[in-house]
């Protein structure tokens, strides 16, 4: 696609109950980004992935979070029982590649699925 | 999480004006990158800057990679009513990780 795409554009989940965020990255890119971004704060790291190699989940906040990339291309971020403080902007970004710099590492945005849990 | 020191966190300037600010970080980076972000938007990438040093310039904005590799600066010239919105800065490590981490944000509101 022209950009990254994030769906849906806006979620409200009650308390305890798993949701699922999707985020397709530009075509053709082979690293991909997840960011949360609370109500007037900068953007936090979740996790990321590059091609066939294993994920950084290392700013993943506890284990009701995780996320997969099929294929090399969509990535789904799950949240089981979410609780209120997950509300936020989650972010999805892509790349070109990773390598030691240049153009290709560049990260352009989606517009975000703010989550709202109730 | 981790996160780099973002300075002003905002500022009110006129229309016209100059506008500058800086992200600094005790670690070393090999990317920085700068974006606006405006409500209910994901962050627009604006500059992005590769080697110590480099200075690049888009339209009236121009950013630039500090020397000692752990700092960088965003310039805004005259600016404009539209240029309101929270900048970031991210930078990428140079070793361990390919994640990008992000400045606190600059707020800028623009009187017009």
């Known amino acids: 696609g022209a950009g990254v795409s994030q769906s849906p554009s806006n979620k409200v989940t009650e308390k305890g109950k798993d949701v699922e965020l999707r985020c397709d990255p530009i075509s053709g890119h082979t690293a991909l980004y997840w960011y949360r971004q609370s109500l007037g704060q900068g953007l936090e790291f979740l996790i990321y992935?590059?091609?066939?190699?294993?994920?950084?989940k290392s700013g993943l906040p506890s284990d009701r979070f995780s996320a997969e990339r099929t294929g090399g291309s969509v990535s789904t971020l799950t949240i089981q029982r979410t609780q209120q403080e997950d509300s936020a902007v989650y972010l999805c970004a892509s790349s070109a590649g990773l390598g030691s710099g240049g153009k290709d590492t560049e990260a352009f945005f989606g517009q975000g699925t703010r989550l709202t849990v109730v | 999480g981790q996160q780099l020191n973002q300075s002003p966190q905002s500022m009110f300037i006129q229309e016209g004006e100059d506008v500058s600010m800086n992200c600094t970080s005790s670690s070393i980076f090999n990317t920085w990158l700068w974006y606006k972000q405006d409500p209910g938007e994901g962050p627009v990438l604006l500059i992005a800057l590769y080697k110590a040093g480099e200075l690049t310039s888009n339209g009236r904005l121009t950013a630039q990679f500090g020397i000692t590799r752990k700092d960088s600066f965003l310039n805004i010239s005259a600016s404009i009513p539209s240029d309101v919105g929270i900048y970031f800065c991210?930078?990428?490590?140079?070793?361990?990780?390919?994640?990008?981490?992000f400045g606190t944000g600059t707020r800028l509101k623009v009187l017009a």
């Open positions: 991210a930078g990428r490590l140079t070793s361990g990780t390919y994640k990008y981490i």
């Open positions: 992935f590059q091609g066939n190699s294993a994920p950084d």
